[in-house]
C-alpha cells in the first residue's frame, strides 16, 4: 500500500497528464508524432556538454542546514523529507510517481554545466559547483502545487535567480527565459516516449524570473538535490503548477518571444504558458479548487497564487488570467 496517500484516490478524480497524453497522441497519430520526437531525442546535443563516463557526486555539502523551522509561513507542516523525495514527477525517467526515486538513483550530476545565454551582454557558461559557490544560498520554505491537484510543502536551499539573471545582464529585447532541461537518453530512459518533444522545456515572463520568489534550487531539507529532485539544478516557481519549475537544467536562454514548452506542446488547450495556481480555473478535466496535500487526509482549498498572492499578484495587473491560462 502507497504510504504517500494518506486516502485513496478515485479514479474517476484525474487522469494522470500520461494517461491522458498518451491516449490522445496515440489517436491523434502516433506514427507522425513518434517520428519527430524520436528524431529530436536523437539528436547530438552540442549546447550542454555533459559527463562522459561515470563520476561521484561529490560528498561536499554546499547548502545550509535547515533554519526557519518546521512549518511554512502559513503554519503547515513540511512534508517529510521521504515523500518529498519518493512521490515525484520527473517523465524523464518515467511517469510513475514512485518510480523515480529507484530509476534515477545512479544518474550522474557532476560534471555538470549550465549555459546562459540568448539575449544578454555577458553569457556564460558556468559549471553548476561555481554557480552554487557564487550567489547566496538560502532557505526557502515553499507550497508546491502540482496541477494533478496534490501539493507538499518543501523546504528548499538555492539562489534568487534574479541574481543569476543580474550578472549576465539582460538586454532591452528580452522578454521571457526559457529554461531547457538535460537531454539524453541514454541516461534518461523516458526521453525515449515518442510522446512527448523532448527535452523538457520551461519558460517564465521575465519579470516573473525576476521575482524574488523565483529560486534556483539546489537542495532541500539541507542536503544537495537528489536526483529525483532535479538535481544538480532546478528552479522553483511556488506561485504557479509544479510543472512550471523544470530539473536538471542545462541552459537558460533570454529570448523575444515566449518559449515553447513541453506541457504546451503536447496539450496547449489544457496547459497555458502562464499556468498561475487558480482555484477558481478548472483544468479542463478537474477542478482546481481544492488539493490533496501529501501525508495529510481530506482535501483542502487551493489558494489563488497558491498563497502567495501578496508576492506576484502585481505581476498580473491588467492581464486577463482566464485567457491566459
Ligand atoms: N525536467 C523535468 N522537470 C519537471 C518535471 C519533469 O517531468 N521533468 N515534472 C514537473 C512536475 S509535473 C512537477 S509537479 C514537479 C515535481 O517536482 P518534485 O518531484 O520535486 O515534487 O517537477 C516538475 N519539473
Ligand atoms: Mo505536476
Same mark, same amino acid.
Given at each position: 500500500?502507497? +504510504?504517500? +496517500?494518506?486516502?485513496?484516490i478515485?479514479s474517476?478524480e484525474?487522469?494522470?497528464?500520461w494517461a491522458?497524453l498518451?491516449r490522445r497522441?496515440f489517436?491523434?497519430?502516433?506514427?507522425?508524432v513518434?517520428v519527430?520526437a524520436? !528524431?529530436?531525442?536523437?539528436?547530438?546535443?552540442a549546447?550542454a556538454?555533459?559527463?562522459?563516463?561515470?563520476?561521484? %557526486?561529490?560528498?561536499l &555539502?554546499?547548502t545550509p542546514?535547515?533554519? +526557519?523551522?518546521?512549518k511554512?509561513?502559513?503554519?503547515?507542516a513540511?512534508t517529510p523529507f521521504e515523500a518529498v523525495?519518493?512521490y515525484?514527477?520527473?517523465? #524523464?525517467?518515467?511517469?510513475?510517481?514512485?518510480g %523515480?526515486a529507484?530509476m534515477?538513483? &545512479?544518474?550522474?550530476?557532476?560534471?555538470?554545466?549550465?549555459? *546562459?545565454?540568448?539575449?544578454v551582454n555577458k553569457?556564460?557558461?558556468?559549471?553548476?559547483?561555481?554557480?552554487? +559557490?557564487?550567489?547566496?544560498i538560502e532557505?526557502?520554505?515553499? @507550497?508546491?502545487r502540482?496541477?494533478e491537484?496534490w501539493s507538499? %510543502?518543501?523546504?528548499?536551499?538555492?539562489?534568487?535567480?534574479?541574481q543569476l539573471? /543580474?550578472?549576465?545582464e539582460?538586454?532591452?529585447?528580452?522578454k521571457?527565459?526559457h =529554461?531547457?532541461?538535460?537531454l539524453?537518453? /541514454?541516461?534518461?530512459?523516458?526521453q525515449?516516449?515518442?510522446?512527448?518533444?523532448w527535452?523538457y522545456?520551461e519558460?517564465?515572463?521575465?519579470?516573473?524570473?525576476?521575482?524574488?520568489?523565483?529560486?534556483?534550487?539546489?537542495g532541500l531539507?539541507?542536503k544537495?538535490?537528489l536526483?529525483?529532485s532535479g538535481?544538480?539544478?532546478r528552479?522553483? *516557481?511556488?506561485? $504557479?503548477?509544479g510543472?512550471?519549475?523544470?530539473?536538471?537544467?542545462v $541552459?537558460?536562454?533570454?529570448?523575444? #518571444?515566449?518559449?515553447r514548452t513541453?506541457?504546451?506542446?503536447?496539450?496547449?488547450n489544457e496547459?497555458?504558458?502562464?499556468?498561475? *495556481?487558480?482555484?477558481?480555473?478548472s483544468?479542463? @478535466?478537474w477542478?482546481?479548487?481544492?488539493?490533496r496535500?501529501i501525508? #495529510?487526509g481530506? @482535501?483542502?482549498?487551493? !489558494?489563488? =497564487?497558491?498563497?502567495?498572492?501578496?508576492?506576484?499578484?502585481a505581476l498580473?495587473?491588467g492581464?486577463?488570467?482566464r485567457?491566459n491560462?
Amino acid at each position: 500500500m502507497d +504510504k504517500w +496517500k494518506a486516502q485513496p484516490i478515485r479514479s474517476s478524480e484525474i487522469t494522470p497528464e500520461w494517461a491522458y497524453l498518451n491516449r490522445r497522441q496515440f489517436m491523434k497519430g502516433a506514427a507522425a508524432v513518434s517520428v519527430g520526437a524520436l !528524431l529530436a531525442a536523437c539528436a547530438p546535443q552540442a549546447s550542454a556538454p555533459q559527463s562522459s563516463g561515470p563520476q561521484a %557526486v561529490p560528498t561536499l &555539502d554546499t547548502t545550509p542546514g535547515i533554519t +526557519k523551522g518546521d512549518k511554512d509561513e502559513l503554519g503547515s507542516a513540511l512534508t517529510p523529507f521521504e515523500a518529498v523525495t519518493n512521490y515525484n514527477n520527473y517523465y #524523464e525517467f518515467t511517469t510513475d510517481k514512485e518510480g %523515480v526515486a529507484p530509476m534515477s538513483k &545512479d544518474f550522474v550530476v557532476r560534471p555538470w554545466t549550465v549555459e *546562459v545565454g540568448g539575449l544578454v551582454n555577458k553569457p556564460k557558461t558556468y559549471d553548476v559547483d561555481d554557480l552554487i +559557490k557564487r550567489f547566496t544560498i538560502e532557505e526557502r520554505i515553499y @507550497r508546491l502545487r502540482c496541477v494533478e491537484a496534490w501539493s507538499m %510543502v518543501i523546504p528548499w536551499q538555492g539562489f534568487a535567480l534574479n541574481q543569476l539573471l /543580474k550578472e549576465v545582464e539582460p538586454q532591452s529585447s528580452a522578454k521571457y527565459v526559457h =529554461f531547457v532541461s538535460l537531454l539524453d537518453p /541514454k541516461r534518461m530512459p523516458g526521453q525515449s516516449s515518442p510522446f512527448y518533444t523532448w527535452p523538457y522545456s520551461e519558460g517564465l515572463r521575465l519579470d516573473e524570473a525576476m521575482n524574488d520568489l523565483t529560486l534556483m534550487a539546489t537542495g532541500l531539507y539541507g542536503k544537495n538535490l537528489l536526483p529525483q529532485s532535479g538535481a544538480p539544478l532546478r528552479v522553483v *516557481v511556488p506561485w $504557479k503548477y509544479g510543472f512550471k519549475s523544470a530539473k536538471a537544467i542545462v $541552459k537558460i536562454e533570454l529570448v523575444a #518571444e515566449q518559449p515553447r514548452t513541453l506541457w504546451s506542446d503536447a496539450a496547449p488547450n489544457e496547459y497555458g504558458f502562464y499556468s498561475n *495556481v487558480k482555484p477558481d480555473v478548472s483544468h479542463p @478535466r478537474w477542478s482546481q479548487a481544492r488539493e490533496r496535500r501529501i501525508g #495529510e487526509g481530506g @482535501r483542502r482549498p487551493t !489558494l489563488m =497564487f497558491n498563497g502567495y498572492a501578496e508576492q506576484v499578484a502585481a505581476l498580473y495587473t491588467g492581464l486577463d488570467l482566464r485567457a491566459n491560462y
